[in-house]
């Protein structure tokens, strides 16, 4: 089944109506709520059935909003796809930072402290971390 056909059915078939999207929204996040809490008591089966809920939510609040979620997905995965790859080098006494090869920046290191806070650094902005033994 393709997404435009699953959002259709499920907005012949939804429970209450609206235009509004803050109403919209407001159920979606909702439903996901009670999927955390759910998930947070131990109750799989029922965060499972409040999840199931907030794909039908989700899709209602896309209709409401105008987007089109086939093209939504594919937005998504584009963007996902267009990631920056962040890797820091650890030279012998600096430390560079790559954004998608292109180096952006970078400063002294000269103690063990220098290491483990710019490793903190890294860790906090998802970049890769390389080692280099010059």
Not at 70 to 76: F, H, L, N, T, Y
Not at 95 to 105: A, C, D, F, Q, S
Not at 123 to 132: H, T
Request: aromatic residues 6%; proline residues 1%; negative net charge.
């Amino acid at each position: 089944m393709e997404l435009q056909e699953a959002m259709n059915l499920i907005w012949e078939n939804r429970k209450y109506e609206t235009a509004d999207p803050k109403e919209a929204i407001s159920h979606l996040n909702e439903e996901v709520a009670e999927s955390l809490k759910a998930l947070l008591r131990g109750e799989t089966a029922k965060a499972k059935r409040e999840l199931e809920d907030a794909l039908s939510c989700l899709l209602i609040a896309l209709k409401v909003m105008g987007i089109n979620p086939d093209e939504a997905v594919m937005r998504q995965v584009n963007q996902m796809k267009q990631r920056q790859d962040k890797l820091m080098i650890f030279k012998k006494e600096r430390v560079e930072i790559y954004v998608n090869g292109i180096l952006k920046g970078g400063w002294s290191i000269g103690s063990e402290e220098d290491i483990k806070e710019a490793e903190k650094i890294a860790k906090e902005f998802g970049c890769n971390i390389l080692y280099e033994n010059n």
